[in-house]
């Protein structure tokens, strides 16, 4: 309930280097804050003394950026852990450069029961996401196309042909 005057002071006497220079509260609850250059904003994502402003329970929810790795084959990923493992173990450069938090499958591909899909792969940054979109990832010993999700856009199908195919995306 305070303003976001009073919240940047409280967060900018805490005694961290660099300031927040604004405050935005969203409809769900969460805060939005904004610092005065990257290295601040690097600086509190890593020591979360600050974090003590917002009361016992406050978290840092960082942004997730989504990528979809292609023609995966749904039984090979059964669990979020063990996936990222076996992509580190596959794609060992990737292994201190993306920092992957999830991998996950859309319900609506599980729901059909296809056999292959795109499997969601939740990264950190969108430097990283950009890794795994440029280079591609290697599972299975294949080489697989990765773009980045967009959850507004919306699999059309191809008049062209008598079959459903992933052809056309409308954003």
């Known amino acids: ?29 969460d ?6 250059d990257e290295q601040t904003r690097t600086r509190w994502l890593v020591d979360h003394k600050w974090l003590a402003t ?15 790795a292609h023609r995966i084959r749904v039984g090979q990923v059964q669990q979020s852990a063990q996936g990222i493992q076996d992509i580190y173990r596959q794609n060992p450069k990737l292994q201190g450069t993306v920092e992957i938090l999830r991998v996950t499958w859309a319900k609506k591909l599980l729901r059909t029961g296809r056999k292959t899909g ?8 969108l430097e990283q996401a ?3 979109i ?24 191809c008049f062209r042909c008598y079959q459903y195919r992933h052809v056309a995306r409308m954003c």
């Open 118 to 125: 795109p499997l969601h792969i939740s990264v950190l940054e």
């Open 134 to 157: 440029q280079n591609g990832l290697i599972w299975d010993y294949q080489l697989h196309d990765c773009e980045p999700f967009t959850g507004e856009c919306q699999i059309t199908q």
């Open 1 to 29: 309930r305070r303003t976001g005057k009073e919240l940047i002071e409280q967060l900018n006497g805490v005694g961290m280097e660099g300031q927040v220079v604004a405050a935005r509260n969203l409809p769900s609850g």
């Open 130 to 132: 950009n890794i795994l």
């Open 54 to 68: 917002f009361g016992a329970g406050a978290r840092v929810k960082r942004r997730e950026f989504v990528v979809l």
């Open 31 to 36: 805060i939005v804050l904004t610092t005065d």
